[in-house]
Each structure stands twice: as C-alpha cells, then as structure tokens.
C-alpha cells in the first residue's frame, strides 16, 4: 500500500512558476515508478511527467522544457518544477505511483489531486 499526498498547487499568473510536491507513505526506492498527471474540466487524464527508480524521466510533449520532475528518495517525495505556465496547464494535478509486485502485476496508487489555476 501506498498513500500519496499532493501539495503546492494555487492560483498564479500565466509565465509563473509552481513546485508540487508529493509525499509518499513508504519508501520510494521500491516503486518502480512515480509521475504526475493532471486532469481539467471535460478532459481525460493525462501524463505530465514520470520518473523511474533509476531516475529515467518521461514529460509530455505540451510540457517538455518547462516541467521537471525529481525525486529525493531520503524524503520519500516526488516534485515537480512547473515554469512558464501557460493557462492550458490549468488542472487538477494527480500523483501516482506504479509498485511492481509478485506475479508481473503493477499497482497503481492515486493521490487526491491538487488544482493548479493559471490565470490573469
């Protein structure tokens, strides 16, 4: 099991910056991965960005050179550095965790998600 609280999100201006942050319940060295999606209103959810155990990053196209994801393990937390935000950011941010287990299955654990309005 594992529980995942989001926090950092809020009302900026568009160009702005916001880090959130993502707190995990166990140690992050034994997920395999965690990454943050978002969803707005009428949308499905979509990726932002991953990172893996061995530090591999992964970002959407829309956000590639204005997000970046990190880890720090010792915290157990995972951020995300968004720059330059643009009103289309505007969401509810999700973080998620991917924990491989026995017989080849990943479960995938969900935080309660932190909106991220970007706005003038």
């Known amino acids: 099991q594992v529980q995942l609280a989001e926090s950092g999100g809020g009302l900026v201006q568009p160009g702005g910056s916001l880090k959130l942050s993502c707190a995990a319940s166990r140690n992050i060295f034994s997920i395999s991965a965690m990454g943050w999606y978002r969803q707005a209103p009428g949308k499905q959810r979509e990726l932002v960005a991953t990172?893996?155990?061995?530090?591999?990053?992964n970002y959407a196209d829309s956000v590639k050179g204005r997000f970046t994801i990190s880890r720090d393990n010792a915290k157990n937390t995972v951020y995300l550095q968004m720059n330059s935000l643009k009103p289309e950011d505007t969401a509810v941010y999700y973080c998620n965790a991917a924990v491989a287990t026995m017989k080849s299955v990943i479960n995938n654990y969900w935080g309660q998600g932190t909106q991220v309005t970007v706005s003038s």
């Open positions: 990172i893996t155990s061995g530090g591999s990053t």
